[in-house]
């Protein structure tokens, strides 16, 4: 692999990035970030305006709050007792007197579930630490929220609101989930998939998933506000969840920033877990997670489809990803459709992939107009993935590839991806593709690279009109795997590998017009269709 330092030098120098035996540099426009330069550690007061999205998003700025501020150390919280009850009735007098902020002071506190009223904002002093409780009943009674794409009524996040206007948590204090035994954990998280264990014909008020009498019980989110508009969050630490992160749900114009996540040791740990929302703005955060990091949901399947909310308008900046399984993650949930997402400057070290698709046959909906650009990847197992068939264990026979299914309502498509400008600095793979045959995704390009890869691409599968343009790729093995593809192009990409040729095997009677040109290849222009392997020279 590369040496970091000269990795550095390059990213620093901006303009090109050049390979040391390449005459042909692969254009950069601007600089990429460094790790350093991005998350929680470096964000600034000033909230900058959204520049370079491919799309219409409007102006996001900070809220503003009456005069008026109530610290609970004046209202006698003890550290011995819920803080809850205590907490949530000051809210309401605040937010009915016009507004204003609850301070939360430094120490120890515990609490059951607190609710987030209008125009409050819920300020966590330094070290201020706000431990929740790990006893299922204390996020009851049962209120309106989503569990994995499908609405419910259930146990409500440590700090929910429904329905509520110019709303905010900030600080630099800390949120932690009950301890790792604690009792909420050892309740089976559902029976299996959601979409299985919740009738879609049954009525969202008797859909009661609270754990008494027999019944499931889903764990509480950490923070999760559902039907709310200008939502600010900023500052604070979360630690220890109990399952997703920060989760706003039905929500529209939203700022999530500063925010610093440790997750590691959680299963389904997200981050921060963006749900049929609009005008979202992410920056400076920093996530250590036990599943994936930044994560764009829409719903899961008929009732996804029922509610018909997208994900739309959002922009992720000058944020770090370290430990998860997806730095960004499209899904799985995607039935009312994931579009414009713009992320850029952004860092993922350490992360399973880098950016991740993830649908399901049964999930509707799909991704369009997703954009990324100047992003680095350090040490990530894939650099880009696309998982849209899952596993046997969770999808039954639809995780079969073949044979190819009738295109339903809940067939997913996924389409019009542009990712450029990226340094890859260390990677086991380039890329795996796992698409769904009857609509293969679609329309991808991914330019301007620099890529250390152990291994180029084993699992190219069911894609169609895709091209990969103005790249340098160093690699350690020489394959490229791909099962009915169709259109798909390498233009101007240079391989930089051990042996003097790329060995393409292609299967699959849709495999065609498969291309290489310009590059380092012997030939200016070569085409393949059909199956058996292809010998491809390099000069």
Known sequence: MMNKRLMNFFSLALLTLCSATLTQCTKIERPIPLADQ?????????????????????????????????????RGIVADASIAELVNSVIEEVSHAGGGTVVIPAGEWFSKRIVLKSNVNLHLAEGAEIVFSGIAEDYLPAVFTRHEGIDIMGPAAFIYANGEDNIAITGKGTIWGPPMDAEIRQRPNGASVVENDIPVDLPIEQRIYDGIDGRTFYRPKSISPINCTNVFIEGITLKRSAQWNVTPVYCENVIIRGVTVHSEEVPSGDGIDIESSRNVLIEYCTLNCGDDCFTLKAGRADDGLRVG????????????????????TMGSETAGVIRNVYAHDCVFDGTRSGIRYKTRRNRGGGSDGNYFERIRMINVGKAFTWDLLGHPMYMGELAARKPARDVNHLTPDVKNIHIKDFIVESANEFFTANGIPEIPFNNVIIENGLV???????????????????MVIHSEENEIHILDG????????????????IILYTEGEDSKNICFKDGNIKHHKVCFDGKSPLKIELK
Do not use: W
């Open 309 to 328: 909310k997208p994900t739309e308008n959002v922009v992720i900046r000058y944020s770090l990803a370290l430990k998860g399984h997806g730095g960004i």
């Open 486 to 501: 169709q259109n798909i192009m390498f233009d101007d990409v240079r391989f930089q590998i051990p042996t003097e040729e």
């Open 452 to 470: 250390y890869c152990k291994k180029l691409i084993t699992a190219f599968n069911d894609a169609n009109d895709f091209t990969l343009r103005n």
């Open 38 to 74: 991005v998350g929680a550690d470096v964000m600034p007061h000033h909230i900058a305006p959204i520049e370079g999205a491919p799309f219409d998003m409007p102006r996001l700025t900070r809220p503003v709050f009456p005069d008026r501020t109530v610290n609970m150390a004046d």
